[in-house]
């Protein structure tokens, strides 16, 4: 039996050493690279954790009905359940209090009589303090839009947009990324000397600072991953940025396939240079050029309470990623993780975005790279061994399952029916399949817009590269419940934007049901999948959707030429909900939004009918 067994080692050894790539075979990491001891958890700066100052974003809109204004403020995860409001209109230096009673089921009112132009502003109610005003907002009815209008200084069209605070007054700022157009590594590349360029704008537009990547960075967005956080904990926020050194090396196709690359840090306010640090190096391992050039970046609490910056490499074979703490204007490393020195197998196990949040319960960020988890201490927690997921979905199907779950699905042809899945978050065990082949599964979703069916629907699509333009629609728990492509909804952009908990789509003037975007001249309607039009007349490309003003409810953030349009709902709440940017998977969603491919935030809890 002990001949038989170095026998049949032997084989497998030989075997591999005639393959063309070892890494890829199962034996290789069972037998012949066996996991390395467990790294330490990390310690970072923070003695707590490092979390945004939010204000209470008091908002105005046009009230749906009338000549009146519709106004919405945050409620904080500091507030009592006990804690009431009072709204305030001052007009000529006389003021008045709007509501004869507390506002407590609710974080909004309509004023039905404005005054032409007036000065608004909330009080905090605690039982046994002071009152405590919020900002002022003045607001000019004739003037008065659906949405708030930030111009930028010159005619581009924003392709990506972060969201932060950079100057440390509780107000969500923004930094845009221009132009819009995009050039993918599958692609031929850019000859016209086109760069990408970053530049800040506060939330009033006042104009910050503009960043230029340079030539040695493609105008695409897996050469140019961005993210703006306060990685420093001083309040403020900074810029982490893919940069490129003057030593950049082009092939005859335009493409960028030499010289050195960065990790950049800005500093918010001025897009000065805090600090820099190596990317993630080029090699063989990656595959051909067109697999090098995947890069993304990220944010995530691995200990908890520091926010560290995450720079990653690979998608379809190896993934690399590397973890920095910012801290005193220096960066340090915290770990590096090369997918190649894992178990069981993790190449081509990525996803066109990232997103972190805590799935073991130890208060430490794990980080999802697609169809595999990383620990908070860079090791691998888990891989489904599916392979390329081009969307998955960390979140919380149904209440009363237990932690967290992953709803993904699978770009390569699966003949098991797990090509649309959902899998445990803490251990990656399945929890259901499709249960059918699916051929090239490009898209999917995760939200409750039906309330027949307990939990949030899972939906999908399949990509004509495959073959099949099948759609998928299924219960929280794996029910099929579509017999034709009509009745499903689109993937792409989804919003909170009524009383209800069901979540809202989009339709434009095309009929293409769902449509993600629009031009300049066509405009896009709001609507319940299926039934009534909710908002009409949402104009430009759709680059961000969050809560960013007003209640719980989410704003559409839209690009036009030389324009971002920040859209705001004015239906009247029903309940009352602590902002969702507090939830610390709901922001990680949207700190990613501004690098990979798009992907609708959610929360780390149920949210839904």
Known sequence: MKRITLFTLCCCVAGLMQAQDPRESHYYYEILHPQHEPKAQVEGYATQRVVEKLNRGLVAAPALEGKAVYLSWRLLDSDLATTTFHLYREVNGKKRRLNSKPISQTCDFVDAAPAAEATYWVEVLNKGSKPVATERLCVKLDE?????????????????????????????????????????????????????????????????????????????????????????????????????????????????????????VLDGLTGKEIARADWPERNDRYGNLNRQNRNQMGVAYLDGKTPYILAARGTYKLMVVDAWMLKEGKLSRAWHWDGDEENPVVRSMGAHSMVTGDVDGDGRDEVMLGSCMLDDNGTLLWSTGLGHSDKAYLCKLRPDMEGLQVFMVSEPKNTNGRGVSVVDARTGQLIWGIGQTTYHVGDGMVTDFDPQHPGLECFASE????????????????????????????????????????????????????????????????????????????????????????????????????????????????????TLMQDPLYRSYVSHRSMGYPQAPVPSYYLGE
């Open 144 to 264: 008065l839009k659906p949405y708030t209008s930030v111009h930028l200084h010159d005619a581009a069209k924003a392709g990506k947009v972060a969201v932060a605070d950079l100057n440390g007054d509780g107000i969500y700022d923004y930094v845009v990324r221009t132009p819009e157009s995009n050039v993918d590594p599958g692609m031929p590349g850019d000859k016209t000397g086109k760069t990408y360029k970053v530049s800040a704008y506060l939330h009033d537009g006042t104009y910050l600072w503009t960043h230029d990547m340079g030539p040695g960075i493609e105008p695409g967005i897996w050469y140019s991953p961005f993210i703006v956080y306060d990685f420093d904990g001083d309040g403020k926020a900074e810029v982490a940025i893919k940069g490129a050194g003057d030593d950049y090396v082009k092939n005859s196709q335009g493409r960028v396939c030499g010289g050195s690359e960065y990790l950049l």
């Open 463 to 578: 990509d004509r590269k495959g073959g099949s333009t099948d759609k998928y629609l299924l219960t929280a728990d794996g029910q099929k419940l579509n017999k034709s492509n009509d009745e499903v909804p689109g993937c792409r952009n989804w919003a909170w934007w009524d009383g209800d908990l069901l979540r809202e789509t989009f339709k434009g003037d095309d009929n293409r049901w769902g449509a993600s975007s629009s031009s300049n001249g066509r405009q896009q309607s709001i609507w319940k999948w299926q039934g009534e039009v909710l908002t009409e007349g949402i104009e430009g490309d759709i680059v961000l959707i969050a809560d960013l003003d007003g209640d719980w409810r989410e704003e559409v953030v839209t690009a036009l030429a030389g324009e971002l349009r920040i859209y705001h709902t004015n239906h009247p709440a029903r309940d009352r909900r602590i």
